[in-house]
């Protein structure tokens, strides 16, 4: 099975099982806004509870947040994000993908080229337009072979485009990454639209035109967090104070977080809309590659105990090129996707960065009194990010498995199972009555009913025959099934069957809480 093939199995399987749907799916769909179906839903607070619970509710030195969405327009000003957070933005001519220029592969000018499309219609097709963008006189000579478009070669823009190789492409634009609306009672429409019936936009230039219309727009307008880490930066001071909190101590926030990007891609490994669960530890300068060792290293064996493939997991140090301009160092915890290595945390040193960012902005002072050396100090931040939404992905994507299993009869099949890890599984487990007859739906509901009383996932599942019923519960991961059947009745004994081994035993029914409870804890 290709990685392609594979990919596009999970995405089936996500829409058929209720993990992920498309954004208003009946009305031809969002690009990169997805929904959460009820099973998907449940396995990303598994995940995100399972992260408070180990980064926020097990330590006595971190404490958490829930910062507002919409935040004053200054801190991003602080932040550098409103002036910053732009990318030149480009498009293909020939095939027009739209792409950061910063992101296009570097090639020097003069360098041949082989532009690849993906089948014989889309090269005939490029080598019209590329013809075109070429002209009459042109001397080039380009050829169609197969797939691909030769005789092209590089130009002086230094880079061409990701998708196809083409030189041809389009100025750069700035495009801003981050979501603009309006707050209060005055309408940027409005003042637009008095502005033009009062002729104060009469003759200025697109350059001009742009500033007035951005200085009519800046009285009402907020922006949706392209990121939660500022809360926890602005809010430093009061959490420190209110909970006394002594240095080195960690904020963390889990939330939304949202940005206008250019490429959205891969399902929901890159959307606009995502959720984050970040944490900043603020400690005593001087000591913070310590610590920027010890949160490297906690946070990748966090993911993968949590796997079937942990060396699918690596942690990767940023080139100084790299670095934001904040950072002091920074890692990567990467996966091997299906489509190659790519980011799912950022362990961040960001210094004192922001603190002395917000301070110079606010004029607050956001710094802490150390009360063993009665001396006052900015501290530095370790920042470890990670994104929910990129690890239900991750955790999809190593669960998702293929076997092939001979039944009692000799004939092989395919078994498709999600050997989600039991923490994360949406439905811990199935009750499953033989027959829907002779008191088995009666028991098997009182089952239910105490695994629910208990607080644990339970499903009731009647119907089907047993075989496909045990089958669509491989599928959505529930690492356990208990059936009801004659031999219940008899002497309230049921069968506990393991979703990864598929080997069946005998328990007391009265007994079913407490060894699956015993089975999860692991």
């Given amino acids: 099975m290709s990685q392609d093939d594979r990919m596009q199995k999970i995405v089936s399987l996500c829409k058929r099982r209720g993990f992920v749907f498309q954004s208003s799916e009946i ?17 990303k607070r598994n995940l995100m509870n399972a992260w408070w619970r180990d ?4 330590r ?47 090639v020097e000018e ?20 590329a013809q075109q963008q070429l002209g009459e006189d042109s001397e080039v000579a380009l050829e169609r072979r197969d797939k691909t478009v030769v005789g092209a070669s590089a130009g002086d823009r230094g880079y061409v485009c990701p998708n196809c190789q083409s030189p041809w492409l389009s100025e750069e634009r700035q495009f801003n990454l981050m979501f603009r609306s309006s707050i209060g009672p005055i309408d940027s429409l409005s003042a637009v639209a008095s502005a033009i019936e009062n002729g104060a936009l009469d003759g200025l230039t697109g350059r001009e035109l742009r500033g007035k219309l ?32 002594k240095v080195p101590f960690g904020i963390a926030q889990m939330g939304k977080s949202f940005r206008n990007e250019i490429t959205t891609e891969h399902f929901i490994f890159r959307s606009c809309e995502f959720e984050q669960m970040e944490m900043e530890f603020f400690c005593e300068p001087g000591t913070d590659d310590e610590w920027m060792d010890y949160w490297s290293n906690a ?29 002091k160092g920074c890692f990567d915890i990467e996966y091997a996707y299906a ?34 050396t009665q001396k006052k100090y900015v501290p530095f931040v370790i920042e470890p990010a990670a994104g929910a939404t990129r690890g239900v992905l991750v955790y999809l994507d190593d669960a998702y498995t293929e076997e092939e299993i001979t039944d009692s009869k000799g004939r092989t099949s395919t078994r498709v199972v999600l050997k989600l890890h039991p923490q994360l599984a949406p439905v811990k487990v199935a009750v499953l009555p033989l ?73 007391p029914m009265a007994e079913a809480i407490a060894e699956v409870e015993a089975l999860l804890k692991g």
């Avoid at 922006?223 to 430093?236: D, K, N």
Wanted: charged letters at 25%; aromatic letters at 10%.
């Fill in 55 to 58: 980064m926020v509710a097990s």
């Fill in 299 to 327: 946070r990748i064996a966090w993911w993968r105990k949590f796997s079937n493939n942990p060396e699918k997991f690596r942690l990767r140090a940023h080139e100084p090129e790299e670095l934001a301009h904040y950072a």
């Fill in 110 to 129: 003069g360098t041949a080229l082989t532009m690849e499309f993906a089948d014989k219609g889309r090269a005939k097709t490029a080598l019209i337009v």
């Fill in 214 to 245: 951005a200085g009519l727009a800046k009285e009402s307008a907020v922006y949706l967090r392209p990121e939660t880490a500022q809360a926890m930066f602005v809010q430093f001071v009061n959490v420190q104070q209110s909970m006394s909190m």
């Fill in 435 to 507: 027959v829907k007859k002779n008191g088995m739906p009666e028991k098997g509901r009182e089952i239910v009913q105490g695994f629910l009383a208990k607080g644990i996932a339970a499903s009731y599942d009647e119907q089907h025959a047993i075989g496909k019923r045990y089958r669509r519960h491989d599928e959505i991961g529930t690492p356990y099934c208990l059936t009801v059947d004659g031999q219940t009745l008899e002497d309230d004994t049921i069968t506990i069957r393991d979703r990864d081994t598929m080997e069946q035993r005998r328990i």
């Fill in 60 to 106: 006595e030195d971190v404490v958490g947040l829930d910062a507002s969405i919409i935040m004053h327009p200054k801190v991003w000003e602080a932040s550098g994000h409103l002036a910053g957070f732009s990318d030149p933005l480009v498009d293909c001519q020939v095939c027009k993908e739209r792409f950061r220029a910063d992101h296009a592969p570097l």
């Fill in 339 to 372: 489509w190659g290595w790519g980011e799912l945390e950022g362990i961040a040193n960001r210094t004192d960065y922001d603190l002395r960012k917000h301070t110079e902005h606010s004029g607050q002072k956001l710094q802490y009194f150390d009360p063993h």
């Fill in 27 to 43: 009305y031809g769909g969002l690009k990169s806004a997805y929904d959460y179906g009820p099973l998907g839903v449940e396995l």
